[in-house]
């Protein structure tokens, strides 16, 4: 998969990734997007999505009981994503295929909205509040067994800032269909 153009992450927060250099990019990225989407029709530009959420959404379209999708990245964000993945990166090697259950991925993503993510630049509650994701704050996060609960916990780490609270998780929200992003899952959570 090929991330569109724009991201919709970058639509609703200016500097996301702007902190990435970008002389890393291919230089024949152009041309190799070109040579793909003419020989390869299975090739697909999502525009709006990034390869992450593709890389979900049809994680989630194609698994089935009996035919079961290996998420194959060395993204740490796809963790949030319930089912089967592989990492081949050195410090991931002794997992092989792991398997990663609802609530291990929401947790993660709970994680990430308190932490934030450097690589994104997306902000945690340190940047947006001055406070740090401590040991004893993740501990909070550990101890709770529902989503709610969960969703609630952070939500309060956000000082109740519902708007901050919403649009970071609509920034790390990994998505497993198109049309919903964390605004419609905390909507829907919440109905």
Not at 60 to 85: C, F, Q
Request: with cysteine; net charge negative; hydrophobic share 30%.
């Amino acid at each position: 998969p090929d991330s569109g153009s724009p991201p919709m992450r970058e639509v609703l927060f200016p500097d996301y990734k702007k902190n990435r250099d970008t002389s890393h990019k291919p230089q024949w990225h152009n041309e190799i997007r070109s040579y793909l989407r003419t020989k390869h029709p299975s090739f697909e530009c999502t525009d709006g999505l990034e390869a992450d959420d593709w890389l979900a959404i049809h994680a989630w379209k194609h698994s089935t009981s009996t035919n079961r999708v290996v998420i194959a990245s060395k993204d740490k964000d796809l963790d949030m994503i319930a089912g089967l993945h592989y990492n081949w990166s050195k410090s991931k090697e002794h997992l092989g295929v792991y398997e990663i259950t609802a609530m291990e991925g929401l947790r993660w993503f709970c994680t990430q909205m308190l932490t934030g993510d450097a690589t994104d630049n997306i902000p945690g509650i340190y940047k947006l509040f001055g406070r740090k994701a401590t040991r004893k704050v993740m501990q909070g996060l550990e101890e709770l067994d529902t989503i709610e609960a969960m969703l609630d916990y952070v939500l309060r780490q956000y000082d109740g800032e519902l708007e901050k609270f919403l649009k970071n998780g609509e920034l790390l929200w990994i998505r497993t269909d198109p049309d919903e992003g964390f605004y419609e899952f905390y909507d829907n959570l919440r109905r």
